[in-house]
């Protein structure tokens, strides 16, 4: 059993499409964070260094977002969830991944992508 740490909402600017306009010009994307950890060691000390450092946690990710640009959502979602399960405390993480202008004709409110990977089955 695992405790659960959300981080919604956190807005990258990076250049991901099969489009040479999405390269060029760039969007944002947005990703919400769950991770698999468990919070007693922390709850007991009352220390940051018992815990995940969120704060830490989403310029990781933000920096992983928005470097090196690639053609899938889902190649940015699994490069998220690597991310997240370099802290050994880190159990299982589920990501999703909005691409909320996404290049779609037709009218709609979001593209997400939502990916769960465990430290056992990170690449499976």
């Not at 959502?73 to 202008?101: G, S």
Request: net charge negative.
């Amino acid at each position: 059993m695992s405790d659960e740490l959300a981080v919604t909402g956190i807005e990258c600017f990076a250049h991901h499409g099969v489009f040479d306009f999405e390269r060029r010009e760039g969007q944002v994307f947005v990703v919400d964070l769950v991770l698999g950890i468990d919070t007693r060691p922390a709850a007991a000390s009352d220390d940051l260094a018992d815990t995940v450092n969120y704060g830490t946690l989403v310029a990781d990710v933000k920096a992983a977002v928005e470097r090196d640009p690639v053609d899938l959502i889902e190649t940015v979602a699994q490069r998220i969830t690597d991310v997240c399960l370099l802290d050994t405390r880190v159990e299982w993480a589920r990501v999703t991944l909005h691409k909320p202008d996404a290049p779609i004709d037709a009218t709609y409110s979001d593209v997400a992508l939502t990916i769960t990977r465990t430290r056992g089955n990170a690449h499976d």
